[in-house]
């Protein structure tokens, strides 16, 4: 009589049986495990991805740590290099001012050496200094406040043996230094310290002077930059 329906009666719809308006249709949508392989995926691929940007980082940190450690080699080994070059002989024949080379040793059997000599210094480091000025010149390496070991030069213009130590202006060039190898030649033979007795005491400078700066970077990657100096002051190197 009413216009209601049973339970479990159809709506009619021209003629055909179909679903009721009012039915809830089942909803779609991922299982738990669909969502955890999901993000596994994701995770793989996203570890794949940072791996490969990290180790073309860590390439290029290696690349511009190389090229630091390069340069400021060849800047170090340039300057000493030049200034050795112009090493002048002691104004006085067997004066204890002329050139000096000492013979030191460090950890991991690197030689730690020092050369000492006269020139006049093609940059100046001090302002009170002339420009003219005949200077004792110092390069060698050792540790440093920090507790590392650096290549360092002093000079020292006042021409006083007693007071040179105490007014010599000392600069740190470098803390990547970790060793100072240096070798005289004079006429075919040569020295591990300068002067020693052989050489000839007509000449108080060497012909040559091999020098080998060992550098170390923050990747405890080592290189030697090698050179050596010819000193015009001495003459040719051949035997008289």
Known sequence: M????????????????????????????????????ALFLFALIAGVIFAAFA????????????????RV?????????????????????GSDTGLR????????????????????PYRR??????????????????ENPQGYTALFREEDC?????????RATRLELTDLAIGLEITYYDAGKDYEEWPLGGYDPRY?????VRLALTLRDAQQHVRT?????????????ETK
């Not at 021209?14 to 969502?35: I, K, W, Y």
């Not at 180790?55 to 390069?70: D, F, H, I, P």
């Not at 001090?126 to 110092?138: D, L």
Request: overall charge negative; charged content about 20%.
């Open 2 to 37: 009413g216009y209601g329906k049973r339970p479990g009666q159809s709506c009619m719809a021209r003629g055909r049986a179909s679903p009721c308006a009012d039915a809830v249709a089942p909803e779609a949508g991922f299982t738990l495990v669909e969502l955890l392989l």
């Open 55 to 70: 180790a073309v980082a860590s390439g290029v940190e290696r690349g511009r740590q190389s090229m630091e450690l390069y």
């Open 158 to 166: 006042s021409g006083e043996e007693a007071e040179r130590r105490d």
């Open 101 to 120: 080379g000492q013979k030191g040793s460090g950890g991991g059997g690197l030689a730690l050496d020092r050369i000492d000599f006269l020139t006049i």
């Open 225 to 237: 930059f090698i050179t050596t100096v010819a000193l015009p002051m001495r003459g040719s190197c």
């Open 204 to 208: 108080p400078l060497p012909c040559q």
């Open 73 to 93: 080699g060849r800047a170090a080994l340039l300057q000493m290099a030049q200034e050795i070059s112009a090493t002048m002989p002691p104004p006085v024949a």
């Open 125 to 142: 480091y001090s302002e009170t200094m002339p420009g003219h000025e005949i200077c004792n010149v110092a390069y060698y390496v050792a």
